[in-house]
C-alpha cells in the first residue's frame, strides 16, 4: 500500500471516529438534559399537589373553627351563625357556602320548618327529582335538611335541601357518624351550580357530650357543619407560579377500586400539544377519607422551554473539530512525502560519508570502548533482574512444593504417629526403649508442624475479604492462645481504640496472623512479662513520620487507616537477624521447636491484604510489630 493509499485511509477512519463520537456525545448530553428535564417537570407537579393538599386541609380547618358554635348543646340562630361564617369566607374565597345540617326526625319535621319560616318564609324541605327539577322532600324516617346557609345569595336552591334525598350521599352521612370523622363526598353537581364545575362536600359531625362507641355516636349525634367547596376554585386557588402553566393535570377520584372519577381538568392552553411518552402520577394523602390523585403530562412548550442548546453544540462542534483533523491529517502526509523525498536524497548523501568514516578507525574503537562499557552494564542489570524473577519462581515452586508435600508426606507421619502410641502402650516400660519412643514422637511432631506451615504457606494466595471489625478478631485470636498465656504466666494488657473503622480482611487468615505473632512474643519472653496489644486510627502520612518508614504500597499518604500494634518484654532481635526474619526457613529458636515459616506466611497474609508489617526492637528492650490497613 503507497504513501497516498494510506492517507484516503487514515482520512476515511477519523471522519468516521470523529462523527461517531460527535453523534455519541450529543446524544448521551441529550439524554441526560432530557432526565433534568423529567426530574423538574415531576417536582413541579409534586408542589402542585402539595399546594393543592394543603388548600384543602385549610378549608377543612375552616369547619372546625364552625364547629365551635355548636359544642356542648348551643345552637346558635341564624344570623350568629351567618356573621361568623361570613368571617371565614371573606378569608377562604374557594368555599361556596357553609351550612348546618340538623338530624330531623319526621315527627319534627313540621316543627323545623315552621321556626325556620321566620327567616326564609317559603321553607320546607326539598329534594331534586330526575329531571333536575328542586321538590318538596318525600316522607322518610330522617332528614338531613340544609338548615343555615351563608351566603344566601346564591345558596337559595340549597336551603331546605335534604341531603339524606341521595342515597350515596346518605352512606357517606352515616358513615362519618359511625367513624366520628370527617368525610368527603364524591364528586357532584352543586344544587348552587348553573355550570358544569364539580364540588364536593366535606361533612363534619357535631356531638353532645364525649361518646367513644358507635352506638353512642348515633344516640348523642347532632348535625353537620358541612362545606361546600367547588374544586375548580380550589385548584385554580392552589396555583403555585406561572411556569406550570406548560403542565396538563387531570384530578382523579380513585376511592373506587372499580372505577374513578374525573373531578378537573387543567388545560393551560389551548393548541398547544402535549408530549404524551411523559406522564406523572401524584397520589394526594387521604383527603377525608377520599383517595386524590393528579395525573400530568408536560406539553412540548415545557420540554423546549427547558431543553439546554448544549447537546447540538457539542455535536457541531465535533463535526466542525473532525473536519480540521482531517485537513490537518491531509496536510501532514503531503508534507511526509515530500519528507519521504528529501530522506531518499540524503541517505546517498550519508551513504557517501559513511565511506569516509570507514577510514577513522581511531573514532570507531572509541565508539566500541563506549559500546562495550555500554553492553557490561545492560548485563549486570539484566543479571539482577535474572536473580529478581528466580527468587520469584523459588517462592512458587515452594508453595507448589509445599501442597504436594503436605499429601504425599501427611498421611504416614500419621501412620507413623499410631504406631508410636501403640508401642508406648504395649511395650515394657524400658528407659532406653521410652527415650527412643519419646525422640520418635518428638521427630514426627517436628516433622509435621513443618507440614503444617508448609501448608499455610501454600494456602496464603487465597483470600475469602470482608468487611470486619478489627478489634473482634484480635479478642477472638487472644481467646485462642489464652491456655498459653496463662501458662508461661504472661500478662496481656488491651488499649484498643473504640469505634475504629471498619477494614477489608479475610478473617481466618488474620487470625492466623495474630496467633503466629502472639506466639511468637510467648516464646520470646519465656516466663513471665508482659504483651501490650494497641488499636488506633489515624492517616497514613502520620505513621509514616512516627515510625520513620518510606512504604505506601496501594496507599495514598492521605488514606485513612487502622494500626495494630503488639509489644513484648522479650529480649528482642539480634540486629545481624534483622533483615533476615522474613525469609523462609530462618528461626532463631532452638531446634525442634520451630519451623521458621511462620513470619513467611505472616508477611504473604500481610501483603495480599495490600497492608504493611514492620518489625523492630524497642528502645527498652523487647519487639515491636506494627500492622498497617486502609480503612474503609
Do not use: C
Not at 406561572?242 to 384530578?251: A, P, R, S, T, V
Amino acid at each position: 500500500m503507497n504513501l497516498k493509499h494510506k492517507s484516503v485511509l487514515i482520512i476515511s477512519l477519523v471522519l468516521f471516529v470523529g462523527i461517531l463520537a460527535s453523534g455519541l456525545s450529543g446524544w448521551s448530553l441529550y439524554r441526560t438534559d432530557e432526565k433534568a428535564i423529567i426530574n423538574d417537570f415531576r417536582k413541579d407537579v409534586d408542589e402542585r399537589a402539595a399546594s393543592f393538599y394543603r388548600e384543602v386541609s385549610i378549608n377543612l380547618e375552616t369547619l372546625y373553627s364552625l364547629s365551635v358554635m355548636f359544642s356542648e348543646g348551643n345552637l346558635p340562630s341564624l344570623p350568629q351563625f351567618s356573621v361568623e361564617a361570613k368571617k371565614i369566607l371573606n378569608r377562604h374565597h374557594d368555599i361556596k357556602a357553609l351550612e348546618w345540617i340538623p338530624r330531623v326526625s319526621h315527627s319534627d319535621r313540621l316543627a323545623y320548618e315552621k321556626m325556620n319560616r321566620h327567616y326564609f318564609p317559603n321553607f320546607q324541605f326539598t329534594e331534586r327529582e330526575s329531571q333536575g327539577h328542586m321538590v318538596k322532600a318525600k316522607d322518610r324516617s330522617e332528614y338531613y335538611p340544609v338548615y343555615y346557609v351563608e351566603p344566601v345569595k346564591g345558596n337559595e336552591a340549597a336551603i331546605g335541601f335534604d341531603l339524606a334525598s341521595n342515597s350515596t350521599r346518605r352512606e357517606t352521612l352515616e358513615k362519618s357518624i359511625s367513624n366520628a370523622r370527617p368525610l368527603a363526598t364524591a364528586s357532584i353537581k352543586l344544587v348552587q351550580e348553573s355550570g358544569t364545575q364539580k364540588g364536593f362536600l366535606i361533612f363534619l359531625p357535631i356531638y353532645i357530650g364525649n361518646p367513644s362507641t358507635v352506638a353512642e355516636y348515633h344516640l348523642n349525634f347532632r348535625g353537620f357543619v358541612l362545606g361546600v367547596f367547588r374544586i375548580g376554585d380550589i385548584f385554580r386557588n392552589s396555583v403555585l407560579s406561572e411556569h406550570l402553566m406548560g403542565i396538563n393535570m387531570i384530578l382523579r377520584d380513585e376511592t373506587s377500586d372499580s372505577d374513578y372519577d374525573t373531578l378537573h381538568y387543567h388545560i393551560p392552553r389551548t393548541g398547544i400539544p402535549v408530549n404524551e411518552s411523559i406522564v406523572y402520577k401524584k397520589y394526594l394523602p387521604d383527603i377525608s377519607g377520599r383517595k386524590w390523585s393528579i395525573t400530568a403530562k408536560p406539553t412540548i412548550r415545557y420540554i423546549s422551554d427547558r431543553r439546554s442548546r448544549l447537546s447540538e453544540v457539542v455535536f457541531f462542534t465535533g463535526l466542525i473539530l473532525t473536519l480540521i483533523l482531517s485537513l490537518y491529517v491531509r496536510f501532514i502526509s503531503r508534507q511526509t512525502a515530500i519528507i519521504k523525498q528529501n530522506v531518499v536524497e540524503r541517505t546517498q548523501r550519508l551513504s557517501e560519508v559513511n565511506l569516509k568514516l570507514v577510514k577513522t578507525q581511531k573514532e570507531l574503537k572509541i565508539e566500541q570502548k563506549r559500546t562495550k562499557e555500554l553492553l557490561e552494564m545492560r548485563t549486570e542489570e539484566l543479571r539482577e533482574t535474572q536473580l529478581q524473577l528466580f527468587q520469584a519462581e523459588k517462592m512458587d515452586t515452594i508453595g507448589k512444593l509445599s501442597a504436594g508435600i503436605a499429601h504425599e508426606v501427611k498421611n504416614p507421619l500419621a501412620v507413623i504417629k499410631l504406631g508410636i502410641n501403640y508401642f508406648q502402650k504395649t511395650l515394657h516400660k524400658d528407659e532406653d526403649i521410652d527415650g527412643i519412643i519419646q525422640d520418635m514422637d518428638n521427630a514426627v511432631h517436628r516433622a509435621d508442624s513443618v507440614i503444617k506451615e508448609l501448608v499455610d504457606f501454600s494456602a496464603s494466595k487465597e483470600l475469602n475479604l470482608e468487611k470486619q471489625e478489627l478489634n473482634l478478631v484480635v479478642g477472638e485470636s487472644l481467646l485462642l492462645v489464652k491456655h498459653e498465656l496463662t501458662k508461661h504466666n504472661i500478662n496481656v494488657e488491651t488499649r484498643l481504640e473504640e469505634n475504629l473503622p471498619f477494614v477489608e480482611i479475610d478473617r481466618n487468615k488474620l487470625q492466623q496472623v495474630f496467633i503466629n505473632l502472639f506466639m511468637n512474643a510467648i516464646h520470646a519472653m519465656g516466663s513471665k512479662g508482659t504483651l501490650l496489644i494497641r488499636t488506633y486510627a489515624g492517616e497514613l502520612i502520620n505513621e509514616l513520620k512516627k515510625h520513620n518508614l518510606s512504604f505506601t504500597g496501594q496507599f495514598r499518604l492521605t488514606n485513612d487507616i487502622v494500626v495494630i500494634e503488639i509489644e513484648d518484654t522479650g529480649p528482642g532481635i539480634n540486629p545481624e537477624d534483622e533483615n533476615k526474619i522474613f525469609e523462609p526457613f530462618f528461626t532463631t529458636k532452638m531446634a525442634g521447636v520451630g519451623t521458621g515459616l511462620g513470619l513467611t506466611v505472616t508477611e504473604n497474609i500481610i501483603r495480599l491484604h495490600n497492608a504493611f508489617i514492620d518489625i523492630k526492637n524497642r528502645k527498652e528492650g523487647g519487639v515491636i510489630v506494627s500492622i498497617i490497613f486502609k480503612a474503609i
